[in-house]
């Protein structure tokens, strides 16, 4: 066992033996766990993000989740929540690209007065480990963000997010600082169906791939000297990810995000979903990498 | 002479028992297409200075299931209601109705506070943890009072006199109201029509992966 995951297991055991002192204190707090999970099924177009449309890889790809949070009221406008996710990544087609991740959550809420019209101030922080199948990929990943949201009818909501993730991975190439900014809508539009948007702007470091008689010429000068100049000065190494020979580099880039949602509910408990996701990748370069994905999922609450 | 006091004293506590017995309202209440409405609230305020005997009952609005256990609750102007957390999460039950402000933050479970409603009117209940929870509890200052069932009626019973009849529910926009006799022994029945409002509650959302302000 690796020494993160062995930490974890370690986190994890401190962590339900502090909050929980004895049997029956043990018992109400789980009485007031939250247990949810997800299955999606998604259609991505241009998994590999690669810039060179003909080399570009489309895939099934399929993620499982279970989380488990609670909260508890501080203070009469104070929230406490925190929690733990585990995230089941496989993309048959592309197993090198397959991981498992799983961290704790902790956030804190402010609601600013009484009611379901009160805007809610929402920060979020969450450390996790990305057992990924590839070695270079795996390593630790923080995240927080701080969200401003409030319900403007009894159908309609909105909110602003602003979110910061940082990924230390074993190589360099995998290294990721991002930073980004998103609003999104909920409009329940009848008792069972919702549908929900949003769009959002991210900058900083993305990992894109490219077949190696593609990236030869890029780093060689075939496609001029700015190319080149930029690709030579970021980490870079063959991983194979997407087929023999294909290379994965990291860039700094910005971001266009979007998605559309349409969810129904099946029962209190489960909620079906198919959602539309864009991200409109573009480089420091101006290279362009657009990810387009279709997907479907279910989300149960035990 | 005699013959009339004798007559007189057989009459009385039959006449007395007539006038006292108790009468009886059935209330049907249908919406705009005939369709039975649940949760309408009937009261019969005695206008003929009756005394009005003291609340008889106390009332319960619990929590479980991240809901409230009844939508509309009726109790009669100063008794007694318990707010029992019957659920495995914390609450914080809240009123900012005139008739009666009220808050119960960290609110765990197992806790069972109780406040006395002793001013009538509409005491609108929500929880400021889970949005979608609202409730309403109807203090009426008569004993006389019923809800109706998912069926559309509710019966009352009360002594014979002049009452205003109050009809109130959630999605109507004002009160309906009207002043009628109820003959003693009487079983009476009336029956309302009302256009209802859209529901303003907010939905209960499906599954979220984090807990908290929802």
Known sequence: MSNPRRLLLLTALVAGEALAPNGAAAAGWLDGLTVTAAGTANWVENLSRTSFAPTRKDAATYELSLDASRHEQLAPDWLLHAGAEATLFNAPAYDLTNYLKLGPRLGLQRKFGLGPYAPVLQLDTALSYKAARLDADRGWTTEASLRLARRFTPTFKAGVTSLWVGHHARSATFDLNQHSCSIDATWDFSDQWTLSGSAGRLSGDIVANAAWSVWGQAIGGGFGPVVSGYYNSRPWEVYNLYGPGWVSYNVAADVDLWSLALACSVSRHTTAEFRYSSAFVVNKIGIRYPTDSWGLSLVHRF | ?214
């Open chain 2, 1 to 214: 002479m005699r013959l009339r006091l004798l007559i007189a004293l057989l009459v009385l506590p039959a006449a007395t028992a007539v006038l006292a017995a108790p009468a009886g309202l059935t209330v049907t209440v249908k919406g705009a297409k005939g369709e039975p409405v649940a949760d309408a609230v009937i009261s019969l305020v005695p206008l003929d200075g009756a005394s009005i005997p003291p609340p008889a009952a106390a009332g319960e609005i619990a929590q479980q299931d991240q809901e409230f256990t009844s939508y509309v609750t009726v109790v009669q102007a100063g008794a007694r209601v318990v707010f029992p957390n019957r659920d495995t999460v914390q609450h914080h039950v809240y009123s900012l109705s005139k008739a009666k402000k009220f808050e119960l933050p960290l609110y765990k479970p197992g806790q069972a506070e109780s406040f006395v409603f002793d001013v009538a009117g509409l005491v609108s209940l929500g929880c400021n943890i889970h949005e979608w929870m609202a409730a309403y509890l109807v203090v009426v200052p008569t004993p006389y009072f019923a809800k109706t069932g998912a069926e559309g009626t509710a019966s009352v019973a009360a002594p014979g006199g002049r009452y205003r009849l109050e009809l109130w529910h959630p999605r109507l926009a004002a009160s309906v109201t009207a002043e009628f006799t109820l003959a003693a022994g009487e079983a009476a029945r009336r029956e309302f029509t009302l256009t209802l409002k859209a529901d303003k509650r907010p939905r209960r959302g499906g599954p979220a992966k984090s807990g908290g302000y929802r």
